[in-house]
């Protein structure tokens, strides 16, 4: 069973593996640390430990034979491409809390350009007499799954243009989909430092609901990028973006903003 647990481990890393510790050992010590570590830190760190479990994310309950979770490090990251998007060759040493440090090389791609972040805009459109409520969605080429796909206004920040991701959101949204003006509602606290795109990018981002925006008064869209060419611009129902989502043809970011969008219209009664 040892032999079995340590050439699991072996298969996940570049770095030969040296650990005489089994799970069960690892785990026994962790325990013992632990222990020693609350019964000498006195009543303040039973009060401190009290309040982390009331916080805290839930966590595995099973005897995990690969705790490194206790601690990784980026110990290198070279870049190995770059035009639109970089690709970095990212190494992370992880350090278990017994035997030996263990090194694992990443593929990582993020937008240096970007600030490795982007702000996704929802044209939200109220009901009215003689509509139901709408949102605005363009729809257009991915190259990943060479497809057209729809997805809320989104894109780069840039520092030259934009203040802030909230003027990145207006933007794109008046570029994308040729809407203006509205109410600006941010779905994430200011100081958050934005949603992971993928588990394997560098780039976040920040979701932004705006409530009655109008059409530009030129009537046109203003300038687009060589890429967003293939644009096209629908206004839908609430229940044919769900069909959207549920069918995989809404992009993940903006599946993520709609999901956080919905809980601030319906509380306004706009849903």
């Known amino acids: 069973m040892n032999t079995l647990w340590a050439c699991r481990t072996a298969s996940l890393v ?38 982390a ?3 805290a994310v839930p966590t595995s309950t099973l005897d995990d034979p690969h705790p ?10 070279r870049t190995v491409y770059k035009r639109y998007l970089t690709v970095y060759d990212r190494v992370v040493t992880f350090t278990p809390a017994c035997g030996e440090p263990h090194s694992v090389n990443y593929d990582v791609v993020g937008h240096p350009s970007a600030s490795f972040c982007f702000a996704v ?21 991915a190259q990943g799954p060479n497809l057209l796909m ?3 206004p989104s894109g780069g920040f840039d520092k030259a243009k934009h203040a802030d991701l909230r003027q990145c959101a207006q933007a794109e949204m ?15 606290p200011e100081d958050h430092p934005g949603q992971s795109e993928l588990k394997w990018s560098r780039n976040t981002f ?46 993940l970011p903006s599946v993520y903003a709609f999901f956080l969008a919905q809980d601030v219209l319906q509380q306004r009664k706009l849903l």
């Open 68 to 77: 490194w979770h206790e601690r990784f490090d980026i110990t290198e990251d």
């Open 14 to 51: 570049k770095t030969r593996l040296v650990c005489p510790f089994t799970p069960q050992t690892c785990n026994k010590a962790v325990k013992a640390r632990q222990m020693a570590s609350a019964s000498s830190s006195g009543a303040a760190a039973a009060s401190t430990v009290e309040s």
């Open 150 to 152: 729809y997805c809320f």
């Open 206 to 251: 920040k979701p932004y609901l705006i409530i009655d925006p109008h059409p530009a008064p030129s009537g046109h869209a203003a300038t687009r990028d060589a890429e967003e060419h293939t644009i096209e611009v629908l206004r839908i129902t609430i229940p044919e973006l769900r069909k959207l989502i549920a069918e995989g043809q809404l992009m």
């Open 174 to 188: 008046a570029e994308e989909a040729m809407l203006v003006g509205g109410e600006v509602v941010a779905l994430l």
């Open 121 to 141: 805009a929802i044209p939200f459109h109220p009901a009215t007499e003689t509509a139901p409520a709408q949102v605005t969605v363009v729809r257009e080429y």
């Open 53 to 55: 479990k009331a916080s």
